[in-house]
């Protein structure tokens, strides 16, 4: 999957103060990619994105956050330093269904690439919809709400199990005592 593909999403702009200031105020889904389209190489073929996101609210004001990010604003953050680097574009799509967009697009990014887009963290929405498809290789003791309670919750294993506890038991609260490292 490339920039290429999404037909549909505005021309593509600097990802900066002067390319969002015509962004609606509207929400939608948006996707970042490094400008020019120049593509790099995946898992599993080449793109040239490396970032898809959704907003409920304004998409400029969504969009400014990444120019502009506050200081608990990590995902922001790590887009911004790295866009002073490798100079990205975004563009976006208005729609009354910005989330069920993205978790399309991310199902098929992970489907043509076997890997989710570069800049993506491990958000449960994410991950909870986009890797369905890879279920049956998580070991049979993580679907045992029992058992992924005592591992959240006593921190017995690493970050990794707990979090995919978390991730497929979403009414489980992580200890705050879990282990920072694997």
């Not at 593509?12 to 970042?32: C, E, F, H, M």
């Not at 956050?65 to 100079?87: C, F, M, S, V």
């Amino acid at each position: 999957m490339d920039s290429a593909q999404l037909t549909q999403f505005s021309n593509w702009r600097s990802l900066s103060d002067q390319g969002i200031k015509n962004a609606p105020s509207q929400q939608g889904t948006y996707v970042i990619r490094k400008a020019g389209g120049k593509r790099f190489g995946r898992l599993r073929g080449e793109s040239d994105i490396v970032y898809i996101g959704s907003t409920t609210r304004g998409l400029r004001g969504r969009l400014r956050q990444y120019i502009h990010p506050g200081p608990t604003q990590w995902t922001n953050w790590r887009i911004h330093e790295l866009a002073k680097k490798y100079n990205f574009e975004v563009a976006w799509y208005k729609n009354n269904e910005p989330e069920n967009l993205e978790h399309q697009l991310l199902r098929q990014y992970l489907n043509e690439h076997d890997e989710l887009p570069p800049l993506e963290s491990s958000r449960q929405k994410a991950t909870k919809k986009s890797f369905d498809r890879v279920w049956d290789k998580i070991p049979r003791y993580l679907s045992q709400n029992k058992l992924c309670h005592s591992v959240v919750q006593k921190a017995a294993v690493s970050t990794r199990s707990s979090l995919l506890c978390a991730i497929f038991h979403p009414n489980l609260r992580l200890s705050s005592e879990m282990p920072l490292s694997d």
